[in-house]
């Protein structure tokens, strides 16, 4: 069965702002299974983007012609798989060969490999496939959307550096940003109006008021957390990993 599962903060809860709840997943329960500790007991859902497996395959098959672009090439491929599921493609016009490319994929998730490493390889320029909120995204790195500005209140505690040039951070639950997508971090509550000014001595906490992260990073990675049972508001967030620049 297809499960749809929306969230984000509505009107009447804190921080309400419409603009950033909606579809945070979609796709096919693979398997679910009950559990029981202590006194909890729940349901567990694994959930997959696609139905096609590797003992049930689907038609993925890359006919990519010469003088063909990549775009018309992916546009055929995803078709017949997926007739009824838009497509959106964010990529140069670089991508043609001489010869004809004739590929065969079971999954999504190998013709997603077999594009990255095939484009990265000859055009030196990976493009990336993902299937998000009900729509293929399909993006290169010339594909640069107008950044999104993350609000200080938006934020849950610093973000962090998890890896060389990678950010992770946290906010409250949000289905607006996906991968891909751009952002710029906030420049802090320095100038907003009736900020209370302290003394020298307190110069500690007012660093507070502003994010050690600056400038643009764009989302590569992030996972939604939310727990039905608890009233807090770190528990219904949303965390994002992100390479800097952008």
Same mark, same amino acid.
């Given at each position: 069965?297809?499960?749809?599962?929306?969230?984000?903060?509505?009107?009447?809860?804190?921080?309400a702002n419409p603009n950033q709840a909606g579809l945070l997943l979609k796709g096919q329960v693979?398997?679910?299974?009950?559990?029981?500790?202590?006194t909890d007991m729940r349901l567990e859902l694994v959930v997959y983007p696609s139905q096609y497996?590797?003992?049930?395959?689907?038609? #993925?098959?890359?006919?990519?012609?010469?003088?063909?672009?990549?775009?018309? =090439?992916?546009?055929?491929t995803l078709k017949i798989p997926y007739p009824n599921i838009p497509v959106s493609i964010n990529?140069?016009?670089? #991508?043609?060969?001489?010869?004809?490319?004739?590929?065969?994929?079971?999954?999504?998730?190998?013709?997603?490999?077999?594009?990255?490493?095939?484009? &990265?390889?000859? #055009?030196?320029?990976?493009?990336?496939?993902?299937?998000?909120?009900?729509?293929?995204?399909?993006?290169?790195?010339?594909?640069?959307?107008? /950044?999104?500005?993350?609000?200080?209140?938006?934020?849950?505690?610093? /973000?962090?550096?998890?890896?060389?040039?990678?950010?992770?951070?946290?906010?409250?639950?949000? &289905?607006?940003?996906?991968?891909?997508?751009?952002?710029?971090?906030?420049?802090?509550?320095?100038? =907003?109006?009736?900020?209370?000014?302290?003394?020298?001595?307190?110069? /500690?906490?007012?660093?507070?008021?502003?994010? &050690? #992260?600056?400038?643009?990073?764009?989302?590569?990675?992030?996972?939604?957390?939310?727990?039905?049972?608890?009233?807090?508001?770190?528990?219904?967030?949303?965390?994002?990993?992100?390479?800097?620049?952008?």
């Amino acid at each position: 069965m297809e499960v749809v599962v929306t969230g984000g903060m509505k009107m009447g809860l804190p921080l309400a702002n419409p603009n950033q709840a909606g579809l945070l997943l979609k796709g096919q329960v693979f398997q679910s299974y009950g559990n029981w500790q202590g006194t909890d007991m729940r349901l567990e859902l694994v959930v997959y983007p696609s139905q096609y497996t590797n003992d049930l395959p689907g038609n #993925f098959v890359v006919n990519w012609l010469p003088g063909q672009s990549l775009i018309d =090439a992916l546009k055929t491929t995803l078709k017949i798989p997926y007739p009824n599921i838009p497509v959106s493609i964010n990529i140069g016009q670089n #991508f043609v060969f001489d010869t004809a490319e004739v590929h065969f994929c079971a999954t999504l998730e190998e013709l997603a490999q077999y594009v990255s490493d095939l484009t &990265a390889s000859v #055009f030196k320029q990976e493009v990336t496939i993902t299937l998000q909120a009900g729509k293929f995204v399909i993006f290169d790195k010339t594909y640069q959307p107008s /950044p999104i500005e993350i609000a200080f209140t938006d934020l849950i505690g610093q /973000p962090t550096w998890i890896q060389p040039k990678v950010m992770q951070m946290k906010t409250v639950m949000r &289905a607006d940003l996906q991968i891909g997508s751009r952002i710029t971090m906030p420049q802090g509550f320095q100038n =907003a109006p009736g900020l209370v000014t302290t003394l020298g001595s307190s110069l /500690p906490s007012s660093v507070k008021y502003q994010s &050690a #992260f600056q400038n643009n990073f764009t989302v590569t990675e992030l996972r939604h957390l939310g727990n039905s049972r608890s009233p807090s508001g770190e528990d219904w967030a949303t965390v994002f990993n992100c390479f800097e620049g952008g």
